[in-house]
């Protein structure tokens, strides 16, 4: 049974730093690293919308506009993890953060939460 755990959100202030992890279990390795890998957010009373994607290998990856030159995704096979690196965060990054598998996503975790707050 393929699980998806999120971790790593908290509280920070604006300008601060955090980052994500997403584990995979129910994976093999190789299962692992032939899925494109995915980031999402939902913020109170809004959709949930595009953060970052990751290629299988990770040799790509993209990233929604609001997010470009803030966050880093990456991603290792051999631990079948994929990170977001969250950096000069604002009040506008507080949502409910999800890993998606695959992109589109047909499969999430739980997702963890991110407030950014002085």
């Known amino acids: 049974q393929v699980q998806l755990v999120e971790s790593g959100g908290g509280l920070v202030q604006p300008g601060g730093s955090l980052r994500l992890s997403c584990a995979a279990s129910?994976?093999?390795?190789?299962?692992?690293?032939?899925?494109?890998m995915s980031w999402y957010r939902q913020a109170p009373g809004k959709a949930r919308e595009l953060v970052a994607t990751?290629?299988?290998?990770?040799?790509?990856?993209n990233y929604a506009d609001f997010v470009k030159g803030r966050f880093t995704i990456s991603r290792d096979n051999a631990k079948k993890t994929v990170y977001l690196q969250m950096n000069s965060l604002k009040p506008e990054d507080t949502a409910v953060y999800y890993c998606?598998?695959?992109?589109?996503?047909?499969?999430w975790g739980q997702g963890t939460q991110v407030t950014v707050s002085s």
């Open positions: 998606g598998k695959g992109y589109p996503p047909d499969y």
């Open positions: 990751i290629t299988r290998t990770g040799g790509s990856t």
């Open positions: 129910g994976f093999t390795f190789f299962t692992f690293s032939t899925y494109a």
